[in-house]
């Protein structure tokens, strides 16, 4: 998929572009344990947790620009609206 990641990586997919990394030994021998306890390859863990982890990042890249957007203008209710909400709990039985 061209201009980003698919939003769930299938574990058992095993088409796209294969690629070598290092990883820590322990950390290899851990993944393979899940990947056992899972039923999945370890290319399929490795897949999901990888596009897990950039679907989080990705998100907190949204949270950021809303913070932005946010940060410049005012959270305040208008006048009007606080009053009405101000006068429906004045009706309301607490």
Do not use: C
């Not at 209710?77 to 101000?86: C, G, I, V």
Request: proline share 4%.
């Amino acid at each position: 998929m061209t201009g980003g990641l698919a939003p769930r990586v299938t574990p058992r997919d095993t088409s796209g572009m294969k690629t070598a990394i290092s990883l820590p030994d322990e950390l290899l021998e851990s993944a393979d344990a899940l990947a056992r306890r899972l039923g999945m390859s370890r290319s399929g863990l490795i897949a999901t947790a990888l596009a897990e982890y950039v679907a989080k990042h990705r998100a907190s890249n949204i949270t950021e620009r809303l913070d932005a957007v946010y940060s410049v203008e005012s959270s305040e209710p208008d006048a009007s609206l606080k009053e009405a909400q101000r006068r429906a709990l004045l009706r309301q039985r607490w």
